[in-house]
């Protein structure tokens, strides 16, 4: 029978083995004095009641052992080849179960360790078990440089860089792990939670910079979760990420990211658009998987949002309901799919799948999208870098906010697009709808667009079914060449918003557009057969002032129905000019000037013939007729007239003297002088381009 009872001072812990008998916890006796070394223990009480032969057997009774003391200095190597604990201090009770340390202080590099309470214990079984639980503070820096350490590794493969973090951190741990020289992480039982407060993390995703972070981790043998709040460059967001050890999703990472993005929240994340402006609401859940694939959702709220696509001619106010969600699978060659997508914003529904290669888009599919008075089907393909196939084909397109006081005939820079890229448009829709009520059926069309401006192309079309319309469109060197034919000009000219008083007729325009000049102007002729005038206010008010009002009243009923209108004209930023443009019916009219259609003005004179007829018949008598009519387009029974201001109520001045007048003095007497011939744009002007 052995029995002891006393105290000790001034002990060294490497000691320790000296005077523990290693019959007692032999695996114990092996952990504690090969990794707990260094440091002192100051004072200390025992009491020992042991039994013959139960140190040789091993088999020492319930409280024959109770060993107290403090610690000072340890040092403790628990996992090799992980940093040390140091500085460790604390008050132990050792007994033939098992060691305890309570109040346990200590330094693991500059973080601070504490702990209510360290065990080993089962001394009397053959393993022994290692339960510790600590409370870790510092900066996060040292922190998540310790969890990427080998064989911890938990940092790095999320793309985060330790070294560059910055804030504050305490964590919460439990080990359980036996006291075995071979131990292995996956033998270790374990968990952590910690929270960290202003973390940041620099290129968290690409250029995407983590700051502010508030965020609560937590780790154990299944996986690693975080969550909180913190802004993606500016951009505040809640944060809740999850990664997998184990199981059927080992390796994979799930991320899902909240948070309201404005215009420089937009900036900030390189996603900003001219098409937006306030807030919107965004939400992305993605899994990635070691094998460097990805899928998920993402959803957008543009509920906050005004929206306004100039292209399309559609907008949305703020406040109005908006959303847009899709699927999302991105392969590891960097190929991202949406599929599923679905957009309903404001009046505009949509349902697509859009494939991107290396963050670019390379195709969109719309089997339907419908805004306004819009039905159509949208197919987009990037042929090459520069190169983009265009398909639109449906039962309807609305053309109204294309051509309503549109005066432009090209928007493009002169000095060429900000963009190289070629784009080939096909079009086939039942029906475009046009000003006026008027619809232009079985459209057809090819263009070819090289960055803004339309190079080559052609349209085809019926107007109430039947009366056709074709358009064609060339480039030709350093100009392009237009033409418009149709069976029903009056359509054609309503529709299009350029002049509402006519019907019927057969036209014929051609043109040039200059592109050496910055307005790209327009030169051509327009000759339109049998095309019948209603309404005409201008030319019913010149009408009245001179004295026809029995022609007015034919204008205001069924129409005046001219055989012939013909004439040249230029086209620049919404401005008509004209000079011998004239109308041969049962009146005849010429008209020189402009009509500034932005402006709403107009400045013109001319000549009106009452009865053509009659005087076309005095102008076919040799040399006399001369004398008496003039030149082309006048007559001896006329009158000039000059009319200038607003559309709506121009002011009219009529030269009654001219009615009595040969048309050759009329025209050398009473009309303006200084009208030169419109000429064509001349491509050799000052900063014109040349011909390659």
């Given at each position: 029978c052995l029995t002891l009872d006393g105290s000790l001072a001034n002990l060294q812990v490497n000691d320790i083995g000296r005077f523990w008998p290693y019959s007692m916890a032999s695996n114990g006796y092996d952990w504690v004095t090969a990794n707990i070394r260094e440091g002192v223990?100051?004072?200390?009480?025992?009491?020992?009641?042991?039994?013959?032969?139960?140190?040789?057997?091993?088999?020492?009774?319930?409280?024959?052992?109770?060993?107290?003391?403090?610690?000072?200095?340890?040092?403790?190597?628990?996992?090799?080849?992980?940093?040390?604990?140091?500085?460790?201090?604390?008050?132990?009770?050792?007994?033939?179960?098992?060691v305890t340390i309570n109040d346990m202080t200590g330094r693991l590099g500059t973080l601070e360790v504490t702990s209510d309470n360290v065990t080993i214990n089962e001394f009397d079984k053959y393993d022994q078990l290692a339960d510790i639980q600590i409370h870790v503070t510092g900066n996060s820096r040292e922190m998540f440089t310790f969890l990427d350490l080998e064989p911890l590794g938990l940092i790095s493969p999320y793309g985060i860089v330790p070294s560059a973090m910055t804030g504050e951190g305490a964590v919460d741990a439990s080990f359980k792990f036996p006291l075995r020289f071979d131990l292995t992480l996956e033998k270790v039982d374990y968990w952590a939670k910690g929270a960290f407060t202003d973390a940041t993390i620099p290129k968290v995703a690409g250029d995407i910079n983590l700051t502010g972070g508030d965020l609560k981790v937590a780790v154990d043998p299944k996986g690693v979760t975080v969550d909180g709040t913190a802004k993606l460059n500016v951009v505040p967001v809640t944060i809740s990420a999850e990664s997998w050890f184990s199981g059927p999703r080992e390796g994979n990472r799930l991320y899902h990211v909240t948070g309201e993005i404005d215009e420089a929240g937009r900036d900030s994340l390189d996603i900003a658009s001219p098409y937006l402006t306030g807030p919107m609401g965004a939400e992305l859940r993605i899994e990635t998987t070691p094998a460097g694939s990805a899928s998920g959702t993402v959803t957008v709220d543009f509920a906050k949002t005004a929206i306004s696509v100039e292209p399309l001619h559609w907008t949305k106010e703020a406040g109005v309901p908006g959303r847009v969600s899709a699927d999302l699978d991105v392969t590891a060659e960097d190929v991202a799919t949406l599929s599923n997508i679905v957009a309903e914003v404001g009046d505009m529904k949509a349902t697509a799948t859009a494939v991107l290669?290396?963050?670019?888009?390379?195709?969109?599919?719309?089997?339907?999208?419908?805004?306004?008075?819009?039905?159509?089907?949208?197919?987009?393909?990037?042929?090459?870098?520069?190169?983009?196939?265009?398909?639109?084909?449906?039962?309807?397109?609305?053309?109204?906010?294309?051509?309503?006081?549109?005066?432009?005939l090209n928007e493009a820079d002169i000095d060429g697009p900000e963009e190289d890229r070629m784009i080939d448009i096909e079009v086939e829709v039942d029906q475009a709808l046009m000003d006026d009520g008027l619809t232009l059926d079985m459209v057809q069309a090819t263009m070819q667009i090289e960055g803004n401006l339309i190079t080559d192309g052609m349209a085809t079309g019926k107007f109430a079914?039947?009366?056709?319309?074709?358009?064609?469109?060339?480039?030709?060197?350093?100009?392009?060449?237009?033409?418009?034919?149709?069976?029903?000009?009056?359509?054609?000219?309503?529709?299009?918003?350029?002049?509402?008083?006519l019907r019927d007729g057969a036209l014929k325009l051609t043109a040039e557009i200059d592109d050496t000049q910055e307005s790209r102007p327009a030169k051509g002729t327009i000759e339109i057969k049998d095309v019948r005038l209603v309404n005409a206010p201008v030319l019913g008010k010149i009408l009245t002032v001179g004295s026809l009002g029995g022609i007015v009243d034919l204008l205001r009923g069924d129409g005046i129905v001219f055989a012939t209108v013909e004439g040249p004209f230029t086209y620049e930023n919404g401005v008509f000019q004209t000079k011998d443009f004239r109308a041969v019916g049962s009146i005849g009219i010429t008209f020189n000037g402009t009509v500034d259609q932005p402006a709403n003005k107009i400045d013109a004179f001319g000549t009106v013939i009452p009865s053509y007829t009659l005087n076309s018949m005095l102008g076919n008598i040799p040399i006399l007729g001369t004398l008496l009519v003039g030149r082309q387009g006048e007559g001896i029974f006329g009158f000039s007239y000059e009319v200038s201001g607003g559309m709506e109520n121009p002011d009219i001045d009529v030269n009654a003297v001219s009615a009595l007048a040969p048309g050759i003095l009329r025209r050398m007497f009473f009309e303006p002088w200084d009208q030169d011939d419109i000429e064509p744009p001349s491509t050799n002007a000052p900063g014109a381009r040349q011909n390659p």
């Open positions: 223990v100051p004072s200390g009480t025992y009491k020992i009641n042991l039994s013959a032969g139960a140190l040789e057997s091993g088999d020492i009774p319930e409280g024959a052992v109770d060993l107290r003391f403090d610690l000072e200095g340890v040092t403790a190597d628990y996992y090799a080849p992980l940093p040390k604990v140091t500085d460790i201090s604390g008050s132990a009770v050792l007994t033939e179960t098992g290669k290396d963050g670019l888009l390379s195709s969109l599919t719309v089997p339907r999208v419908t805004y306004g008075e819009n039905d159509f089907a949208l197919d987009f393909t990037q042929a090459a870098a520069d190169q983009m196939n265009v398909r639109l084909h449906g039962a309807q397109f609305d053309l109204k906010p294309f051509v309503v006081a549109t005066y432009d079914g039947e009366k056709s319309f074709n358009f064609e469109i060339a480039r030709n060197g350093e100009t392009r060449t237009v033409s418009f034919i149709s069976d029903d000009a009056g359509s054609l000219f309503r529709g299009l918003d350029l002049y509402d008083d």
